[in-house]
């Protein structure tokens, strides 16, 4: 993910919204799947998904090397 499309690319179907110009419109409905969003948390979130996912691809496909209970 490119994080310059953190605020303006949909969690769920992976549009982007060219509208979003003004930062200070932070929430914003998908034109895609209607998910509504809210740019702070959606960068956020958006940012911790792409960590995990590399995260996992270095650990050879999972997330958590251990459960230790």
């Not at 310059?4 to 419109?25: F, G, K, M, Q, W």
């Not at 956020?44 to 209970?69: F, H, I, M, P, Q």
Request: charged content about 30%; hydrophobic content about 25%.
């Amino acid at each position: 993910m490119n994080p310059a499309y953190s605020t303006i690319e949909c969690r769920v179907c992976h549009a982007i919204n060219p509208d979003l110009t003004d930062l200070r419109v932070r929430k914003w409905i998908c034109s895609g799947c209607q998910t509504h969003h809210h740019r702070d948390g959606h960068s956020d979130e958006k940012l911790l998904v792409t960590y995990l996912d590399a995260l996992e691809s270095l650990n050879g496909g999972r997330r958590d090397r251990s459960e230790s209970r």
